[in-house]
């Protein structure tokens, strides 16, 4: 299941991997330290999150994996597309994540980047790898949904 961006957000890329290999445990919201050119490219909807994934060093959140291609009509000064990228959170968030990710079978990975008014936002999440049958399990359920909706759309007419 995809999330919607609310209202006065814009999407700029969504992990639709994430949430077909993991069970979301928890979301948190989280900023991102950006340069110039890279809210540039990301206006242009110029990035990538299918490999993306949260570090913990120092007790802070590093944003590793996500390529934001480079500006178009940047410079000299144009940005790496593949840097690790700071993210902001509070301290009892980032206390609370990376105490869950000591926990065996636990990791955090972004599911969505969007601008929320002038800033950056990802939305990470807490999650939990999924076995083989429980991805069919998941396909197998959306498709008895999506026949089951055919078949009311089809008995109204």
Not at 18 to 23: G, K, P, R, S, V
Not at 32 to 54: C, S
Not at 95 to 102: I, P, R, V
Request: proline share 3%.
């Amino acid at each position: 299941m995809a999330t919607k961006p609310d209202a006065g957000e814009k999407l700029i890329a969504s992990n639709k991997k994430a949430l077909h290999d993991y069970f979301v445990v928890q979301k948190f919201e989280a900023g991102v330290v950006l340069t110039g050119t890279e809210v540039k490219a990301l206006r242009a909807g110029k990035a990538n999150l299918k490999d993306a994934y949260v570090i913990f060093k120092d007790s802070e959140a590093f944003l590793f994996g996500l390529h934001i291609s480079p500006y178009s009509h940047g410079n000299l000064q144009n940005h790496d597309p593949d840097r690790t990228r700071k993210l902001l959170l509070h301290r009892r968030e980032l206390d609370k994540l990376h105490g869950q990710t000591a926990e065996k079978g636990l990791t955090v990975v972004p599911l969505r980047l969007y601008f929320k008014g002038a800033r950056v936002k990802a939305e990470i999440a807490v999650v939990r790898g999924k076995k083989q049958y429980d991805k069919r399990d998941t396909e197998r359920t959306r498709e008895l949904d999506r026949e089951a909706a055919a078949a009311m759309k089809e008995r109204r007419h």
